[in-house]
Antibody, heavy 120, light 108 residues
C-alpha cells in the first residue's frame, strides 16, 4: 500500500523558517511528479508547489514564490518543502501528494498532513 | 488563474438519496477536472479523474460528467460513509492548479 508520511510541522514565529519532509514508501517515488497542497484551518485546499521526477521543473503558487522551495531526494524516497519568511497566512496543514502525470493529471495519493502554525 | 466555483457549499441529505454537486470553471478546461473526498482529520482521496473516470477502488455509486466549463459529481445512493467534504480541482495546462471551495455533505 502506498504511504506518504509528512513531518516537520510545528509552531514558528512570523519571519521564521521550517522544513517539511515527506517520506514515500511502497511506490516508485522517482517515477512520479510530486506536490505540496495546504489547507488553512477550517478552509479549503490550496495547491502550493509541484516538482518533476528529476527536479528539473518546479512550479509554485504566487503567494509562496521566492519564499518556499520544493525539492526531492530520489535516493531517499523523500520530498521536501523549505519554507522561509513565514507569515501568519501560511498557517495550514500541509499535505504531500503524488501526481499521476498521464494524459490527465491528478493527485492520486495523499499523506495525512503536518500542521504548520505561524504565530508569535 | 482559472477559478473553480462549486455549488452548493453545503447540503443535507439522507442515506439513499441521490446527490449532485456542480463545479464551474472560469474558462474551458476540457476534461482536466478531478474530484476528491475529504473526511475530518484525513488527507483527501481521489474519486474521479479526467471528469468522468472512476479511480480504482472507488464505489460505482460515484460518477462524474461534464467538459469545458461545467462539471457534475453524482452520488447515486448516498451511504453513511459518504458524509464528507468534496472538492473539484482543475489540472489544465501548467500550474497553478486550483480547487473549488468544497461542498460539505451532511446528514439530514
Amino acid at each position: 500500500e502506498v504511504q506518504l508520511v509528512e513531518s516537520g510541522g510545528g509552531l514558528v514565529q512570523p519571519g521564521g523558517s521550517l522544513r517539511l519532509s515527506c517520506a514515500a514508501s511502497e511506490f516508485s517515488f522517482s517515477n512520479y511528479w510530486m506536490s505540496w497542497v495546504r489547507q488553512a484551518p477550517g478552509k479549503g485546499l490550496e495547491w502550493v508547489a509541484n516538482i518533476k521526477q528529476d527536479g528539473s521543473e518546479k512550479y509554485y503558487v504566487d503567494s509562496v514564490k521566492g519564499r518556499f522551495t520544493i525539492s526531492r531526494d530520489n535516493a531517499k524516497n523523500s520530498l521536501y518543502l523549505q519554507m522561509n519568511s513565514l507569515r501568519a497566512e501560511d498557517t495550514a496543514v500541509y499535505y504531500c501528494a503524488s501526481i499521476d502525470y498521464g494524459d490527465y493529471k491528478e493527485f492520486d495519493y495523499w499523506g495525512q498532513g503536518t500542521l504548520v502554525t505561524v504565530s508569535s | 488563474d482559472i477559478q473553480m466555483t462549486q455549488s452548493p457549499s453545503s447540503l443535507s441529505a439522507s442515506v439513499g438519496d441521490r446527490v449532485t454537486i456542480t463545479c464551474r470553471a472560469s474558462q474551458s478546461i476540457s476534461r482536466y477536472l478531478n474530484w476528491y473526498q475529504q473526511k475530518p482529520g484525513k488527507g483527501p482521496k481521489l474519486l474521479i479523474y479526467a471528469a468522468s473516470r472512476l479511480q480504482s477502488g472507488v464505489p460505482s455509486r460515484f460518477s462524474g460528467s461534464g467538459s469545458g466549463t461545467d462539471f457534475t459529481l453524482t452520488i447515486s445512493s448516498l451511504q453513511l460513509e459518504d458524509f464528507a467534504t468534496y472538492y473539484c480541482q482543475q489540472s489544465y495546462s501548467t500550474p497553478p492548479w486550483t480547487f473549488g471551495q468544497g461542498t460539505k455533505v451532511e446528514i439530514k
